[in-house]
């Protein structure tokens, strides 16, 4: 049975400060609790109520101070083995621990979500199921109040995160009309919150689809008309499936893209949707990475964004031992998307992209986010890897920001696999100078001007007046 993350948390009270099983965006089968999983709750669960005590805090209290955190990534290490930066001493004395993080860290999401105020619950699939056979375990599913609407995501994201900048972005699945998240209301959410900031904290994407009728006259519309600021396509829209290097359908809209000055173009690769597939094609045929690299030669101006790093959902859905991860370390679909750029040199326009990826790999195994930061970072460099949490699907991003601050890949998988370590620099570029730079980003002028405006004075005056993090996600789960 799927349930929503935060109703089950509503109906255990188990909020906890980081998701204890995959939680499904919509995109994939969510995958039971392992035992792991479950021993790394109980232990979070055991420990926030030993040191609640010690504090005068109740469980829920304290889990939503920064000692609950700690707490957290303290009972991963016990279960996983030593993956993240965390000391027991941080529970205790969390302003001096406070201080090793960074002041003024640039953190820009390049995929965050909502959904549009008229829908009462995540339905975006629920609605298309009878037609094209996607999720049927969501068809007939009551809806509830939710808090995936734009009010809670601006919370979500800006006062419970240290994120600094944010691009909204949608999925270009079935009809226009399906879509969760329109382009228009994309760009709404941008200009809001960009007006209430009064300085630049969000980019908007438009939805691509070079398959409808007047594709490019609509690819033109919303690049003169809603002023979007970079394109995200779903090549895999099982509406209307086609692969990057189609010289009839993807070839026009990049040379319209080109023609128009959008020249960041962001594919949704890897986690293929359930569902049907074309006839006469073989399985996830649309969603694997193989077309990347002809279509990045042939349109060298333009940055090809890979979402998801274009990592195959089996290894989110398989149970432990059985993640699809093999004893060469390798990834479906990821370990070929690094190939791809290590065979030729020259395809510096392609970029990886970390959203949901890193969040399921972290909760399942560290293991596999070893394997997985460490090939991206040897095939595309610490310059050309972009921070997207998928939230918020997954909550807050403040626990996905405190995994990465923390994670640092085993030195014993170092020592077997030839991965670097990653770097305080690296993070630097990875959580959002990377996205600065291809957005162009005038970092100097956000640093001058973020810190005296108006969200980050919303900001302040919450954090005085007791912040209350919801401690939860909006995706799906198994119950």
């Avoid at 068809?139 to 909204?168: C, Q, W």
């Avoid at 809603?226 to 829209?237: C, T």
């Avoid at 909760?363 to 972009?386: A, K, N, Y």
Wanted: proline content about 7%; aromatic content about 10%.
């Amino acid at each position: 049975m799927w349930i929503r993350k935060s109703r089950k948390d509503r109906l255990t009270g188990r909020n906890l400060p980081l998701p204890t099983q995959v939680v499904s965006n919509e995109e994939f089968y969510p995958m039971p609790q392992s035992i792991d999983q479950k021993t790394v709750e109980n232990l979070i669960l055991s420990m926030a109520d030993e040191y609640g005590r010690k504090l005068g805090l109740s469980r829920r209290d304290f889990l939503m101070t920064t000692g609950g955190m700690a707490v957290a990534f303290l009972a991963m290490n016990k279960v996983y083995g030593e993956s993240f930066k965390v000391s027991e001493a941080e529970i205790t004395e969390p302003d001096a621990f406070r201080e090793q993080w960074p002041k003024d860290q640039f953190i820009f999401d390049v995929q965050t979500h909502h959904v549009k105020d008229s829908i009462a619950g995540p339905t975006v699939f629920r609605k298309m199921t009878g037609r094209l056979g996607l999720n049927p375990e969501l068809d007939g599913v009551k809806p509830e109040k939710d808090s995936l609407h734009r009010a809670n995501y601006f919370k979500e994201i800006f006062f419970d995160s240290d994120t600094v900048m944010a691009m909204i972005t949608g999925a270009v699945i079935g009809d226009k009309e399906h879509h969760a998240l329109p382009a228009v209301e994309m760009v709404r959410t941008r200009n809001l919150i960009n007006e209430a900031a009064g300085s630049q904290r969000m980019l908007s994407h438009g939805l691509g689809d070079p398959t409808l009728d007047n594709a490019l006259d609509d690819c033109e519309y919303q690049v003169r008309e809603l002023g979007i600021d970079a394109f995200k396509f779903y090549p895999g829209n099982p509406t209307g499936p086609w692969r990057l290097d189609d010289e009839k359908i993807a070839y026009p809209y990049f040379e319209k893209c080109q023609e128009l000055g959008m020249r960041n173009l962001s594919f949704h690769k890897g986690l293929p949707i359930p569902g049907k597939q074309p006839a006469g094609k073989p399985r996830h045929y649309y969603w694997m990475p193989d077309d990347i690299p002809q279509a990045a030669r042939d349109f060298p101006d333009l940055n090809f964004i890979i979402y998801h790093s274009a990592m195959q959902n089996m290894v989110a859905t398989l149970p432990p031992g059985k993640t699809g991860i093999g004893d060469d370390g390798n990834i479906p679909w990821t370990t070929d998307l690094v190939k791809y750029v290590k065979d030729d040199p020259s395809l510096t326009n392609i970029y990886a992209e970390l959203g949901t990826v890193f969040a399921f790999t972290v909760v399942t195994h560290p293991e596999i986010t070893g394997h997985l930061m460490g090939q991206l970072l040897d095939g595309f460099g610490p310059e050309r890897i972009l921070w997207g949490t998928d939230c918020i699907w997954w909550g807050s991003p403040q626990w996905l920001i405190e995994a990465f601050r923390r994670f640092q890949i085993p030195a014993a998988q170092r020592d077997a696999f030839g991965y670097a370590s990653i770097t305080d620099p690296d993070r630097d570029l990875i959580f959002g100078k990377n996205a600065a730079r291809i957005y162009g980003i005038d970092l100097d002028a956000v640093r001058k001007a973020i810190p005296g405006d108006k969200l980050t004075q919303m900001k302040a005056a919450y954090q005085e007046a007791g912040p209350e993090p919801s401690n939860t996600a909006y995706g799906w789960v198994l119950a």
